[in-house]
């Protein structure tokens, strides 16, 4: 009788974050893409709207980027969200409360990603290891458990 068993046996590893350059260029390809997207969709005058789509954005790839990643991600968001999807479009401003908040919105939804996937991550790596899961790799009757 064939007995089917997995390849892969013992503790799965945590895995690795994404190179933080790779996470930074996905940062400013995909909010150039969702700036230009709500631009020619609902028009450049919704900056909340922007924002939201932009916070998402930097959560999502906070899922698979380091911690340290967190704070180049929430600029490169801002930028875009600043340049092009506040009139003037592809002018710089600096208004005091209303960007700090929306640097500190990206900066934490950034970091709340990647926290949950850091937790998640750990989660799956106890219950693999915990000691209420039977080990594939040994048999009822290799003697090892026999006394």
Partial sequence: M??????????RPVPQPVATPLVWAGAGVGALVLV???????????PELALSA?????????LCARFTAAPG???????FLNGFAIPPAGV????GHRDTTWLACLFAAALIGTALAR???ARAAYRSM???????DTTAGDGLHDS
């Fill in 73 to 79: 991600t929430a600029l490169l968001c801002w930028l």
């Fill in 54 to 62: 932009l916070s998402l954005l930097a959560a999502v790839l906070g």
């Fill in 36 to 46: 230009a997207l709500l631009n020619t969709v609902v028009g450049p005058d919704r």
């Fill in 92 to 95: 710089l401003t600096w208004a």
């Fill in 130 to 136: 915990a000691p209420g899961h039977a080990r594939s």
């Fill in 2 to 11: 064939i007995e089917w068993e997995p390849l892969g046996t013992g503790a």
């Fill in 119 to 121: 937790l998640v991550h």
